[in-house]
C-alpha cells in the first residue's frame, strides 16, 4: 500500500475503534449542524485526493497536488463571507469545496473531477489545468502558488477602499469586504511574499486601508526541506502593520473561531492580519512523490497518526453533533459517490488542438460605458500653463504627459502607480503634474518592488480598474517578470477567460543614453517580454505616435481587457532635432483628441521600391537619419516603423515589403532573442528577394563613450544599405 492507502485505512480502523486520540474540548461559536457540514467537506476533500490518485494511476487523471491535512481550510472558508475574493494555495481544495456550500447551485465534486480528468467541460480552466478556481466563488485560479498570488492579493486588497473613493465602472468587490491569501509555510519564505508582507505592512503603517488576510498553512514542511519549528511564529508575530493570529488548523471549532475574530479585525479595521495554522502534510507533496525516500518513517507515521479527519471525528463526539459510527458512514458514502461520479468525469470530452487550447488566450470583448470626453474648459483648467503650448511642436515625453492626462481625464477608472511617478514626476518628467491633477489617489507613489507595483496592479484590475503601472527602467522588469508571465498573461488562460487583470504597463528603455547609466538603466533586450503569450507590446518612435498608440493601448486594456506593454525609448524622451541643431525634426504636434493608431497598423515614410528599412524605436530615428545619405546614392527608399513587437504587425509588414527589392531589417535589440529573429523568419518565408539585418550585439551596454558602441549606427545602416542593393558608396 501507499502512504495514502496506509491514511485511509488507519481512518477506517481507528474511527470504527473509537480510537480517535485525546486534545482541547471544542469549543467556540461553532453550531453542531455546520461543524457536521465543515466535516462532510473534509470527507468530500480527502475522497477528491484518493479518487484523483486512483485516476492517475489508471491513466485518467493527470498531475495531483493533494489537499490530505488540510481540511482545516474548510473551516477557514466558513468564517468568511463567499464574495470575499480568494487566492488559494494549492493545497485547499476543502476550501473551495466549503465556500461552494455557501453558494447554491454548485456542483462542486463534478466540477472538480472535470478538472482532475483534464475535460474540457472543467468550468474553470476548460481543461488546460488541474487548478482551484470558480468565477461563482470569487477564487480566481492560481497554477502555481510559491507566494507568486500575494502581491497581487495585496493589490485587490488595496483596490477595495480605491474603489469607495473612485468606483469603476466594473467593480465586483463588495466596499465592505476583505481578501484572502493562502499559502503553504515554505512559501512564506519566498521573497515575492516577503515583499508582499513588506507592502502590506509599509501600506497599513501609513493608515492606508487594506483588508488583507494571509493565511499561513504551516505543514512545517517544503517538498522535502523542513521548516524550523518556531519559524514562521517568530518571523509574524510582531512584524510591523501586520496583526498576527494563530490557530490549531487540525481543530475546525478552534480554526473558526479565530478565523471569524481574525476576519473581523480586517473587516473592522481596514487593516491586513497573519493568520498561521498548524496542519499536517500526508502523503507527500505532489503526485507519486513518496515521503519515506527524504523522511525517516517514524516521521511520516508520526504525522499521519495526526490526521485531521480523525480529529474531527473527536471533536464532533465530544460536541454531542455526531457519532463515529454516523461519520464513518459519511466518509464511505462520500467515497462511493466521488467514485461514480468520476466514472461520469472521465468520459467527457477534452483538449484536443493547438486552437482548442489556445482559444482563451485572447481575452473576451466587454461592454463599456461610452467615453464622455470632458470639455474644452475642464481640460484647458487641468492643463493649467500646458494648455497654451499646445499647437506647438512638442518633445516625446512632454506628448506622452499630455496624452495620460486626457486619458486620466476620459476614464475615471484608470489608476497609475510606480516608484517617483507622483511629487517628482517621474526619473524622465515624464509625469509630472500628474499627481497634482488626478490627486494621490489616482497617481500612486508606490514603495520600491516592482513585483509589488505590479501586483498592486492585477489585484487593482481584478476590481475594475484598469491600471498604468511604470517600471522604471527596463532593466527592473527582471526583478518582477513572473508577475507579468506567470500572474497576469494566464490568468484568461487559465480561467477560460473568466477572470482578467488588463492593463497598460508603461516601461522605460532601449539604449542610446549617453553617457548615463550602463546596462541597468540602458536594457536593449524585449525578449522575455515578446515570449508571453497573448501579451501586446508597443514600442512608438515619436511624439504623436506614441500619444495615438497609447489611446489604443488603453482602449485595448479597457475594452478588450489585455495585457499591454507601452516601451518608451529613453533617449527618444527629450528628442527634438533629427539632422542639424535647432532644427526640431523630431519634434511633434500633440494630436487631436480621437485620433489613433490601430494594434497591428505601421508607419511608413517615403514610397521607394529599391529598399524597405524595416526597423522600430530608435531604429527609425537613426533610419531617418540615414535617408539622406541614401537618396544621394539615388536608393528609393520606404522606411518602415513596426510599432508593435509582439504580435508583430505580420499583414502590414508582408503588404509593405511587397514592392521592395531589398528589405533590411535594423533591430536596436540584442541579435539572440531580438525581434528581427522573427523578422527574418517571416521574410524568408515568402519569396527570393535580397534580405539582411542590422542587430545590436549580444552584449550588455556600456557607460561612458562606449554607450553606443554595441548599437546599430546610422553608418552602419548606411553601409549595409548600399550593399543590399548593390551601389558603391
Request: proline residues 6%; hydrophobic residues 40%; glycine residues 8%.
Amino acid at each position: 500500500m501507499d502512504r495514502a492507502e496506509i491514511v485511509h485505512h488507519n481512518f477506517l480502523r481507528r474511527v470504527a475503534v473509537e480510537d480517535l486520540g485525546h486534545g482541547s474540548p471544542p469549543s467556540g461559536p461553532l453550531p453542531a449542524t455546520e461543524a457536521v457540514s465543515l466535516f462532510s467537506a473534509a470527507c468530500l476533500s480527502r475522497a477528491l485526493d484518493l479518487t484523483s490518485r486512483a485516476m492517475q494511476k489508471r491513466g485518467q487523471g493527470f498531475y495531483t497536488i493533494g489537499s490530505s491535512g488540510h481540511e482545516g481550510m474548510a473551516a477557514v472558508a466558513h468564517a468568511l463571507r463567499p464574495t470575499d475574493m480568494a487566492f488559494l494555495h494549492y493545497r485547499d481544495a476543502a476550501f473551495q469545496i466549503a465556500r461552494a456550500g455557501q453558494v447554491e447551485g454548485q456542483t462542486i465534486a463534478y466540477d472538480m473531477l472535470l478538472s482532475f480528468a483534464a475535460s474540457s467541460d472543467d468550468p474553470i480552466s476548460g481543461g488546460r489545468h488541474k487548478v482551484l478556481g470558480s468565477k461563482a466563488l470569487f477564487i480566481p485560479p492560481q497554477t502555481s502558488t510559491i507566494a507568486s498570488h500575494l502581491p497581487k492579493a495585496v493589490g485587490a486588497a488595496f483596490s477595495i477602499g480605491l474603489a469607495r473613493r473612485h468606483a469603476p465602472e466594473h467593480r465586483v468587490l463588495a466596499a465592505d469586504g476583505l481578501v484572502v491569501a493562502t499559502f503553504g509555510d515554505a512559501s512564506a519564505n519566498h521573497s515575492t511574499a516577503q515583499g508582499a508582507f513588506n507592502t502590506a505592512g509599509w501600506t497599513a503603517y501609513q493608515g492606508s486601508p487594506l483588508p488583507l488576510l494571509c493565511v499561513c498553512e504551516d505543514n512545517g514542511i517544503g517538498i522535502s526541506t523542513k521548516t524550523p519549528k518556531g519559524w514562521i511564529a517568530a518571523s509574524f508575530q510582531h512584524r510591523p502593520g501586520l496583526a498576527y493570529f494563530s490557530a490549531d488548523g487540525l481543530d475546525i471549532y478552534e480554526t473558526y473561531r479565530v478565523t471569524s475574530e481574525a476576519q473581523a479585525f480586517v473587516r473592522t479595521a481596514r487593516k491586513p492580519a497573519f493568520l498561521h495554522l498548524n496542519m499536517v502534510r500526508l502523503y507527500g507533496h505532489a503526485g507519486a512523490d513518496m515521503p519515506t525516500t527524504y523522511l525517516p518513517k517514524e516521521d511520516v507515521e508520526a504525522e499521519e497518526a495526526r490526521d485531521p479527519l480523525i480529529n474531527t471525528v473527536r471533536l464532533l463526539r465530544e460536541a454531542n453533533a455526531l457519532s463515529p459510527k454516523a461519520a464513518l458512514d459519511i466518509y464511505r458514502e462520500t467515497l462511493d459517490r466521488v467514485s461514480r461520479i468520476a466514472d461520469e468525469a472521465v468520459r467527457r470530452p477534452r483538449l484536443k488542438t493547438a486552437s482548442d487550447v489556445m482559444a482563451s488566450l485572447i481575452t473576451p470583448k466587454r461592454s463599456c460605458a461610452a467615453t464622455v470626453e470632458p470639455s474644452l474648459e475642464t481640460r484647458a483648467e487641468v492643463f493649467g500653463a500646458d494648455w497654451r503650448n499646445f499647437n506647438e511642436p512638442q518633445p516625446l515625453s512632454r506628448l506622452i504627459n499630455w496624452a495620460l492626462t486626457d486619458l486620466m481625464l476620459a476614464h475615471g477608472e484608470l489608476v497609475m502607480m510606480g516608484e517617483d511617478i507622483g511629487r517628482k514626476g517621474g526619473v524622465y518628467g515624464v509625469t509630472q503634474k500628474l499627481q497634482a491633477r488626478f490627486g494621490p489617489d489616482r497617481v500612486i507613489d508606490t514603495l520600491l518592488d516592482e513585483q509589488s507595483i505590479l501586483g498592486l496592479a492585477i489585484g487593482l484590475a481584478h476590481n475594475g480598474f484598469i491600471p498604468i503601472p511604470e517600471i522604471q527602467f527596463l532593466a527592473y522588469l527582471h526583478n518582477a517578470e513572473d508577475q507579468v508571465r506567470g500572474e497576469a498573461a494566464t490568468l484568461p488562460f487559465f480561467s477560460n477567460g473568466q477572470f482578467t487583470n488588463p492593463m497598460v504597463i508603461r516601461i522605460a528603455g532601449l539604449g542610446y543614453q549617453k553617457g548615463f547609466g550602463g546596462h541597468f538603466h540602458n536594457d536593449n533586450s524585449v525578449a522575455v517580454l515578446r515570449d508571453i503569450p497573448g501579451l501586446i507590446l508597443a514600442c512608438p518612435s515619436n511624439g504623436p505616435d506614441a500619444v495615438k498608440m497609447l489611446r489604443e493601448c488603453v482602449r485595448l486594456a479597457r475594452e478588450e481587457q489585455r495585457v499591454v506593454v507601452f516601451l518608451e525609448p529613453i533617449a527618444l524622451y527629450p528628442m527634438r532635432d533629427l539632422f542639424d541643431d535647432k532644427d526640431g525634426g523630431w519634434l511633434g504636434v500633440y494630436p487631436a483628441v480621437g485620433e489613433t493608431i490601430s494594434l497591428g497598423e505601421v508607419g511608413v515614410f517615403g514610397e521607394g521600391e529599391d529598399l524597405a528599412i524595416l526597423t522600430y524605436g530608435n531604429g527609425h530615428y537613426l533610419a531617418r537619419q540615414a535617408l539622406p545619405q541614401l537618396l544621394a546614392q539615388g536608393v528609393k527608399v520606404k522606411i518602415i516603423d513596426l510599432r508593435w513587437l509582439s504580435p508583430l504587425p505580420e499583414a502590414a509588414i508582408l503588404r509593405e515589403t511587397a514592392a521592395s527589392g531589398a528589405v533590411l531589417v535594423v533591430d536596436e535589440c540584442r541579435r539572440t532573442g531580438g525581434p528581427s529573429e522573427g523578422l527574418m523568419t517571416l521574410l524568408q518565408g515568402q519569396r527570393h528577394r535580397r534580405l539582411a539585418r542590422i542587430a545590436a550585439e549580444d552584449s550588455f551596454i556600456a557607460t561612458g563613450p562606449a554607450y553606443a558602441a554595441t548599437l546599430p549606427s546610422t553608418d552602419q545602416i548606411v553601409a549595409a544599405a548600399l550593399a543590399l542593393v548593390s551601389v558603391k558608396p
